[in-house]
């Protein structure tokens, strides 16, 4: 008799964990309660120290140990702060571009002058742009009134720049006769750029000034306009990169 029933002991117990694992299931799936085992099995909480505040842990900051900067421990909790970008007022409007063949203009080249000297504090930025002229000829346009001048046009034009193989013999008297290469980077001929202002209510041409061709080469120029009105301001380019910033006279015309 006692052999009979030690033999059933072991089918008890499976027989016994398979209705807990069973209920167990069925608690957790079906009714959403916590798990049998995880009651059971579940960790003590950390002991505190009576009257102290709990540590705060940070990802990747053992207790109790201090983080050296640069450590991953240090860069774990740093947080980048955001650049502030240079505010521009809200002053011009973008408009559609002017296409020289349908507008009567007379043609005005305007000579790049030096900047007035004057305390900055006067101007306000109402625009700062990078342009790209790389994908073919490119043009934008925006549209604003100069009540009290000088506007001020600052650019820098940064051309796609290319590189001529070119074969010479030297003639030095230790390599007399070697054949040589020089590698010559240069602005490309295609790189150019024009900011052009138009009379807004004529659509005539009144001034322009840029890089490339009859304006030169020179990167960097500041173009003032020194007379009252409504204009257009219009920039155009081809094979190049272009920053522009435009300054106006805060006094008679930012509110």
Do not use: C, W
């Not at 549209?143 to 600052?154: C, G, H, R, T, Y």
């Amino acid at each position: 008799m006692d052999s009979k029933l030690s033999n059933r002991v072991p089918v008890i117990i499976v027989l016994v964990i398979g209705i807990i694992l069973l209920v167990d299931i069925i608690n957790v799936f079906v009714i959403g309660g916590p798990s049998f085992f995880s009651l059971i099995f579940k960790p003590g909480n950390a002991a505190s120290t009576s009257g102290t505040s709990p540590a705060m842990v940070f990802p990747g900051i053992s207790p109790g140990n201090n983080a050296s900067a640069g450590s991953p421990a240090s860069q774990a909790i740093f947080v980048p702060t955001t650049a502030i970008p240079v505010p521009t007022v809200k002053y011009v409007t973008v408009v559609t571009p002017i296409r020289e063949e349908t507008n009567n203009q007379s043609s005005l080249r305007i000579q790049s002058t030096s900047q007035p000297t004057q305390d900055q504090n006067d101007y306000a930025l109402i625009y700062s742009q990078d342009l790209s002229f790389l994908s073919g000829q490119n043009m934008t346009a925006v549209a604003f009134d100069v009540k009290e001048p000088p506007l001020i046009i600052n650019y820098n034009v940064f051309p796609v720049m290319v590189t001529d193989a070119m074969a010479f013999t030297n003639n030095s008297p230790s390599n007399k006769g070697r054949e040589e290469i020089i590698n010559n980077t240069r602005p490309s001929d295609f790189s150019r750029f024009t900011v052009t202002v138009y009379d807004r209510k004529s659509g005539g041409k009144i001034a322009q000034d840029g890089y490339g061709g009859l304006y030169g080469i020179t990167p960097q120029k500041t173009f003032v306009v020194r007379e009252a009105g409504s204009y257009i301001i219009q920039f155009e380019g081809e094979s190049t990169e272009v920053h522009v910033d435009m300054l106006l006279k805060r006094e008679g015309n930012i509110v």
